[in-house]
């Protein structure tokens, strides 16, 4: 691991690792006024529900903040996240952290001396508003610290402008077009299960509250198929139906370029996604067309034989700016 790698990594594990410290202070304080079995889940009304013993709630604990600090470490490394995508990523992880902690040590202070039926107050409910509280005011200082890491750089940068890009060699007055279908695996399981639970809804509660769990279903069902091309209109995806249809027109790229995308790390998940900087069709993690705007951000689309449909891009936007 490089040294910038291991900085980025430390800053993103570090919310994590503070918080752990300072659960673990906060329980050698108190385990001997702790009861055998800590009441560790509450109903609405505050009181306890569930129960575990002292050294199965420390291990999930530990556990939980472990498992956050590495994924987090990890996608700092390889997440390529750039831009607002890092700060981001180190502002959610001290919010998160800040959350989880306050709500962790918390459950162990209401059990300090409380009887074996657990803490006679309860949890009271303004606990969660604080922790929500606590991650609102830790969001912007891991922002803030996200600036004194090494970020990851983007792959853009010294690109120079869009002279480095591939195109297409297309003779004066010849015409050009690139289609492909994009495999989505997911989208059907996805429809089934927004349909069961539509069904499910409306047979315990309402057919009217499980409406807009079979309109989400057909809305994801038309694109269970996605369909990219690319002609002198710009980019287009469409779906089995004529709408929805998503197209970038060539007046507002400034150039197109062919890369591995990572869906978790760089757009956090599948579907439509939409990020400070970015948004796109993502199906999967591989090849991508994507897309440089005017505007700044960016808009890809997971695709194979993605090289040929952004050379042919850079060739209409040449063709284009030259006025022909």
Not at 223 to 251: A, I, M
Request: hydrophobic share 50%.
């Amino acid at each position: 691991m490089t040294s910038k790698n291991f900085g980025r990594a430390t800053l993103a594990a570090l919310p994590f690792v503070l918080v752990l410290i300072v659960g673990l202070v906060v329980h050698l304080t108190v385990q001997d006024r702790l009861p055998d079995r800590l009441a560790v889940h509450f109903d609405a009304g505050g009181s306890a529900d569930r129960y575990t013993g002292i050294t199965a709630y420390l291990l999930y604990g530990l556990g939980t903040l472990l498992v956050l600090g590495a994924l987090w470490a990890v996608f700092a490394v390889n997440g390529k996240l750039y831009g607002r995508g890092w700060s981001w990523l180190i502002g959610g992880g001290f919010a998160l952290a800040a959350f989880l902690g306050y709500l962790l040590i918390t459950v162990l202070l209401v059990n300090v001396d409380a009887p074996e039926g657990g803490p006679t107050d309860g949890f009271p409910l303004w606990h969660v508003a604080v922790a929500v509280g606590a991650g609102a005011v830790a969001w912007p200082i891991g922002a803030l610290l996200s600036r004194f890491a090494p970020a990851p750089e983007s792959p853009d940068d010294g690109d120079g402008g869009g002279a480095s890009r591939e195109r297409i060699a297309l003779a004066d007055g010849e015409v050009a077009g690139w289609a492909r279908g994009i495999g989505a695996w997911w989208a059907p399981l996805a429809v089934l299960a927004l349909l069961a639970a539509a069904v499910a809804v409306g047979r315990d509660l309402s057919w009217f509250a499980g409406a807009p769990l079979v309109v989400l279903a057909l809305v994801i069902g038309t694109f269970c198929r996605p369909h990219v091309t690319v002609d002198r209109r710009g980019l287009t995806v469409s779906g089995l139906l004529p709408k929805p249809r998503l197209r970038v027109p060539l007046e507002r790229m400034a150039g197109a370029d062919s890369r591995r995308v990572n869906a978790l790390a760089e757009y956090g998940g599948w579907g439509y996604r939409v990020r400070p900087d970015r948004s796109g069709v993502i199906t999967r993690s591989g090849e991508a067309i994507v897309v440089s705007l005017t505007s700044g951000r960016e808009f890809a689309v997971t695709v194979d034989d993605s090289a040929t449909g952004a050379a042919l891009l850079n060739t209409l936007l040449d063709r284009q700016r030259a006025g022909r």
